[in-house]
Each structure stands twice: as structure tokens, then as C-alpha cells.
């Protein structure tokens, strides 16, 4: 304030004066004292880990459907009265058990009608050759008519041809009476009872008495895109039509199963573009059940030397995806970076990075091209499957709510650990 009179005092008085007292003024306020220095920002709190090289599976991410190995719709094959039923509904089942028993004393008779005619027709037929043995040596002296010789000899052929229409109709009439017993025709789970003991069959109306599941092994069914067609195509070959891959159910948690992809469709869907492939896993503990919603891994081949960083590092800005980098000043550079697959939380990195170095993963969302950090003590040796530096609690309150790395769509290339 009293700078302030003092000013408002040289512009009163005259020109000479007022130069003399400005000059005077400027001697004061270059005496005054400077104002403190700025103190430079306090390093920012982060947690880094190394870039990590190792060797990571590609693979391909689809979901599909567990399918029976062999479904087969048990039918009545000859008209009658079911009079047993010997299974358990949801049951195994072996090859060859019966199931039913269908009233067989129809069929029964049917067989005996046509025994009965075969022991008639080969009496006859013993006869007729008799016949044509005693005349032969008549017939050759002209004793005996060669007409009346003739006629013998037709005789004995339209005999045999009896028998072996008799012969064909015992066997028909067999395999009448051996329907009646319906057996099993695969190893698997039984299904319901859709028609019960008492009821009337008809083998014309195709009536599905029950169905069987083989369950082991089971086929893991699935889709591939048609993009993704020719590189699956080239290994499925390559590999002698064996490929490796993984499935675990997808609405509850599980564990990765090893399976086989042995199938390829012949053609691609025109109205969704994939291409329906089949995989095959021994299921002899019967994980799998007919029907369920799996996801797979469909595994192309190794990436060797791979570069990963927790997923959780990655921030995503108008130029793209970019970490940042601790120098070993502990500043800190904003690099662009591409990524590839996932591994469970973490990301493939394919060009930004190299082994060693660095990147930050909690604290990157306080900090700038530049900017001083320091490192907080690690509360564990894992940040993200990646090993290193791990999350303090208390580092940041941004730190608490990374951005999430988009989980990977289905039918899309990622890698994980099996």
C-alpha cells in the first residue's frame, strides 16, 4: 500500500521531478524481494512389471454344443402288446441289453406254420426223387414214356423250390419273433419311457419308444468363421487331421478339457457365414452331457518369443492403444503399442515393446508424458498372470477402476494358458 502512495505522489509533482522520482521508484522496486520459487510436483505413486517373453498358444475362441456320440430313437419293428419293459429310465444301457419285450406268440405260431410246411415239402420232395430213380432205368428202355419221365424230374425241381421259399419264410418269421425283443443297439443312457408296458405298437407308425445317448466319447461341436477357414483347413491338414483344443461348459465355471478336433463340415453357411467343425473327447468320466452349451479353444500353433503385459496396463486414446513406460530415471513415456491375443488376464504384445521393460499398471490413468513416479512396494509377486510389481491398495483412487480389456468374441483369434 505504501508502494501504491508512493506512486500516486511522483505523478503529482512536476515533469523533472517526476523523472527524477520515477528513477527512484525503480531503484525501490528492484530492492523488493523476489517471490518463492515453484516447487516441483511430487513423483506420482505407480506400479510397474517387466514385459514378460515366453511362448503363448494361438488359438481360436468359439462356443458350441456338446452332441451325443451316437443318438439312436428305439422303435417297434413288428405290431404287437408290450408286456415288459427291463431298463431304468436315465440308466446306462450296454450294447445288446434288452429294453422290451413285445407279446411274441403270434410270431411264435408264424415260425411254427413254416416249419411245419418245410417238413411237408421235403417229404414230398423225398418222394418225388424216388419216383424219378425208379423210373429212370424204365425210361432208358422206353418202358416208361419220356414224357411221363419228364414230368417226375419237374416235379422234384418245383419240390425244391417249395423248400426254398419255406426256407425263406422260416426266416422271415424268425427275425419277426427276434424283433420282439428290442435290445440295445449302442452303449449310453437310457432315455424315458414314451410308451409304457401294456400299450399296442405298430411297426408301421414309427413310434420312438425311448431314445439312447452314447455319451463316451462325445462329439463338441462348434463354429469357425469362413475367414478363419483356410488357416484351420492347412493345419487341420498339416496335422494329419488332429488338432488340439480345449472346452469347458460356458454357463457355469470349469476347467479346460484336453479334446481332439477331428472333423471338418464341407461346406460354409450362407445365411451366418461359419463353418460347423467338430471336435472329440473321451468323456469317460462323463463330464459332458448331450446338448449343453460349450466354449472352445481351437489351438492353430505356438507363439514362440511372445510378449505380454497385463491386460489391465493398456489405456486406449484416439491414436490407439498405448502404455506407459518407466525409463530408468523413473520418468515415464506414453508408447503406442499393438496387441494380439489374450492370455487369460493378460495381452500379447506384437510391436511397441521389448522384454524388460517396465510399463505401468496401476497409476497410469494420473500420469503424463514425463512425469516422475515412484515405485510402490509390491504387496505380491503377480499383477495379472504376468510376474512383478503388484497393486498397492492405496496407490491411487483411478488406480482402483482400470479400464477392463475387452474380453475376446467368440470365433476370434486370442490365446490363453490351458
Known amino acids: 500500500m505504501a508502494f501504491v502512495h508512493l506512486v500516486r505522489s511522483v505523478s503529482a509533482l512536476g515533469p523533472n521531478l517526476r523523472l527524477t522520482a520515477g528513477m527512484a521508484l525503480l531503484a525501490f522496486a528492484s530492492c523488493a524481494k523476489p517471490p518463492p520459487p515453484v516447487p516441483p510436483p511430487a513423483p506420482v505413486p505407480v506400479t510397474v512389471v517387466p514385459v514378460v517373453q515366453r511362448d503363448v498358444p494361438r488359438y481360436l475362441n468359439s462356443i458350441g454344443y456338446a452332441t451325443a456320440f451316437e443318438a439312436v430313437a428305439v422303435v417297434a419293428q413288428v405290431d404287437g402288446k408290450i408286456l415288459q419293459i427291463h431298463f431304468t429310465q436315465g440308466a446306462p444301457v450296454k450294447k445288446g ?25 421235403q417229404a414230398a420232395l423225398q418222394i418225388a426223387q424216388l419216383q424219378v430213380e425208379r423210373a429212370r432205368p424204365l425210361a432208358a428202355s422206353d418202358l416208361v414214356a419220356k414224357q411221363t419221365f419228364d414230368t417226375y424230374t419237374a416235379q422234384v425241381k418245383e419240390i425244391q423250390a417249395k423248400i426254398d421259399g419255406d426256407n425263406g419264410t422260416i426266416l422271415a418269421a424268425q427275425v419277426n419273433l427276434d424283433y420282439c425283443t428290442i435290445r440295445s443297439p449302442v452303449d449310453g ?18 413310434t ?118 518407466k525409463a530408468a530415471d523413473n520418468t515415464v513415456a506414453r508408447r503406442l503399442v499393438k496387441t494380439g491375443q489374450h492370455e487369460d488376464d493378460d495381452i500379447v504384445v506384437t510391436d511397441g515393446l521389448q522384454a524388460g521393460e517396465s510399463v505401468v499398471v496401476t497409476g497410469q490413468f494420473m500420469l503424463k508424458p514425463g512425469d516422475k513416479v515412484k515405485v510402490v512396494t509390491p504387496l505380491s509377486g503377480n499383477i495379472g498372470g504376468v510376474t ?31
Open 97 to 121: 441289453d434288452v429294453l422290451y419285450d413285445i407279446d411274441p406268440r403270434p410270431y411264435q405260431a408264424k415260425l411254427d406254420e413254416a416249419n411245419g410246411q418245410l417238413a411237408d415239402d
Open 189 to 206: 443312457i437310457a432315455g424315458f419311457y414314451n410308451v409304457n408296458a401294456g400299450n399296442v405298437v405298430f411297426a408301421k407308425n414309427q
Open 208 to 325: 420312438v419308444l425311448t431314445t439312447i445317448q452314447q455319451v463316451a466319447p462325445i462329439y463338441l461341436d462348434f463354429t469357425v468363421t469362413g475367414a478363419e477357414l483356410p488357416d484351420v483347413q492347412a493345419r487341420f491338414a498339416a496335422a494329419n487331421g488332429s488338432l488340439p483344443m480345449l472346452a469347458a461348459y460356458l454357463a457355469r465355471d470349469d476347467t479346460w478339457r484336453d479334446a481332439t478336433l477331428k472333423f471338418l463340415s464341407n461346406k460354409v453357411d450362407q445365411v451366418t457365414g461359419t463353418v460347423l467343425v467338430r471336435g472329440l473327447y473321451p468323456n469317460t468320466d462323463q463330464h459332458f452331457w448331450p446338448g449343453e452349451a460349450i466354449r472352445t479353444q481351437l489351438i492353430l500353433e505356438t507363439l514362440k518369443g511372445a510378449l505380454l503385459i497385463p491386460s489391465r496396463a493398456l489405456a486406449l486414446g484416439q491414436d490407439g492403444s498405448y502404455v506407459f513406460v
Open 388 to 418: 512383478g510389481n503388484s497393486t498397492a491398495a492405496s496407490v491411487a483412487p483411478a488406480a482402483a477402476n482400470p479400464t477392463p480389456a475387452s474380453a475376446p468374441a467368440a470365433a476370434t483369434t486370442t490365446a490363453a494358458k490351458p
